[in-house]
């Protein structure tokens, strides 16, 4: 799902003889999502060909989870966020949690008959009779 840049994203790509920086802002949009492989990123700014650029990236899963752990290194008593920066963080980072959490747990259904107690067996009994 396409959603539009809520801050700001600074990408910086360096070659021996090339260096290509772009900004992107709130005209821009992003998409994340995860895949079989891993994490893909795209960040793009729609407009005219001259004017238009896009990033994409993919990450697969154990480059991902030591990003993940770096980053959570790198906080410090000292950080420079502020209160709206760590619970926004926050609540992405919770949101991702009970995600995974719930990542291949089959949703019970009561169609299952493995599921039913055995007096709600009983009761379907006389009711199919």
């Known amino acids: ?12 790509l360096e070659y021996p003889e090339k260096r290509y920086i772009g900004t992107f802002e709130q005209t821009s949009y992003f998409d994340a999502h995860f895949d079989r492989f891993g994490a893909s990123l795209s960040i793009g700014e729609p407009g005219a ?33 502020d ?24 949703t019970p259904t009561r169609t299952d008959r493995e599921e039913l107690t055995p007096d709600e067996a009983v009761r379907l009994l006389h009711i199919l009779e």
Do not use: N, W
């Not at 396409?2 to 600074?10: F, L, M, S």
């Open 1 to 12: 799902m396409t959603k539009h840049v809520p801050d700001k994203a600074e990408i910086a």
């Open 49 to 81: 060909v001259d004017v238009r650029k896009s990033v994409h990236m993919h990450f697969q899963y154990g480059l991902l989870a030591e990003i993940l752990v770096d980053l959570a290194r790198s906080v410090t008593p000292a950080c420079p966020l």
């Open 83 to 106: 209160a709206d920066q760590r619970d926004a963080l926050r609540a992405g980072a919770r949101t991702l949690y009970d995600a995974l959490d719930r990542c291949g747990r089959r």
